[in-house]
């Protein structure tokens, strides 16, 4: 069984800057693609960004130019950079990974808080 652990969530500023951090662990299928998906109050979960295995990236377009996502293969973690946040940026952050066959797994979530 995979399972998928994230960091690094908390509360900044307009402008201000995070990192979260999320490290997969067990087995259970091989893993393709790791990435990151927010849900902010009464809205759905959206994509925010996703790496696969061979390094091509996804990102919603609300967060290019201001976040990055990157992988350590050999460690199944994954990180996202994420600057210039903005209040719209507030939700709570999902770690996803997925491997073949439709097999996926979820993390808690993590979240973030980003004041005016």
């Known amino acids: 069984q995979v399972q998928l652990v994230e960091s690094g969530g908390g509360l900044v500023q307009t402008g201000g800057s995070l990192r979260l951090s999320c490290a997969a662990s067990g087995s259970g299928f091989s893993i393709i693609v790791m990435g990151w998906y927010r849900q902010a109050p009464g809205k759905q979960r959206e994509l925010v960004a996703v790496?696969?295995?061979?390094?091509?990236?996804t990102y919603a377009d609300s967060v290019k130019g201001r976040f990055t996502i990157s992988r350590d293969g050999a460690r199944n973690t994954v990180d996202l950079q994420m600057n210039s946040l903005k209040p719209e940026d507030t939700a709570v952050y999902y770690c996803?990974?997925?491997?073949?066959?439709?097999?996926?797994?979820w993390g808690r979530g993590t979240q973030v808080t980003v004041s005016s």
């Open positions: 996803y990974a997925a491997g073949p066959l439709g097999r996926s797994v």
């Open positions: 790496i696969f295995s061979g390094g091509t990236t």
